[in-house]
T-cell receptor, first 111, second 113 residues
């Protein structure tokens, strides 16, 4: 099975840096996705990690360590519009590209 | 841009009714998925399909069925709606190749009274 854990809620200040962690226990997976979901909207794709290391995309970066069962999403220069839920998801090795999601982390950015 | 369209944003039905949720994608994706999203539980996979007329159970298929008669359309059916099926339902589509993201519709907030 696959257990994925994320903190339920986080609060950070505008302009700061925040790290959202995702830990997992699984027998194997293709890669790890991060999605952003604003309230009442569809999840949108942020990043994908298949190899260990850091993937950088502008203000957002994502890191993966397969040996440690650990990923994080790093958000820099926080803006109020970054207030959203951040979802960590593993893609299995099976047919169909199924995703298994964590419960999501609700990030609140304060002025 | 990929467009995944769900037929309704909000829907209210009564216990025991048969409910149809429709999803259409315009990118010729092989794979389509139905999730439900509940507070504290995240997204949970109900059913998915990797080809026309093919379907696979997800983690919580009980009380649901699906239909995929055409590649672009994936329907979720609640055979006899119950109050515990009140939830946000999200449809997604994606290519068969691993490592590519799924694209989500805006969701249907379904209330069963």
């Amino acid at each position: 099975g696959q257990n994925i854990d994320q903190p339920t809620e986080m609060t950070a200040t505008e302009g700061a840096i925040v790290q959202i962690n995702c830990t997992y226990q699984t027998s194997g997976f293709n890669g790890l996705f991060w999605y952003q979901q604003h309230a009442g909207e569809a999840p949108t794709f942020l990043s994908y990690n298949v190899l260990d290391g850091l993937e950088e995309k502008g203000r957002f970066s994502s890191f993966l360590s397969r040996s440690k069962g650990y990923s994080y999403l790093l958000l820099k220069e926080l803006q109020m519009k970054d207030s959203a839920s951040y979802l960590c998801a593993l893609q299995g090795n099976n047919q169909g590209g199924k995703l298994i999601f964590g419960q999501g982390t609700e990030l609140s950015v304060k002025p | 841009d990929v467009k995944v369209t769900q037929s309704s944003r909000y829907l209210v039905k009564r216990t025991g009714e048969k409910v149809f949720l429709e999803c259409v994608q315009d990118m010729d994706h092989e794979n389509m998925f139905w999730y439900r999203q509940d507070p504290g539980l995240g997204l949970r996979l109900i059913y998915f399909s990797y080809d026309v007329k093919m379907k696979e159970k997800g983690d919580i298929p009980e009380g649901y069925s699906v239909s995929r008669e055409k590649k672009e359309r994936f329907s979720l059916i609640l055979e006899s709606a119950s109050t515990n099926q009140t939830s946000m339902y999200l449809c997604a589509s994606g290519v068969a190749t691993g490592g590519q993201p799924q694209h989500f519709g805006d969701g249907t907030r379904l209330s069963i009274l």
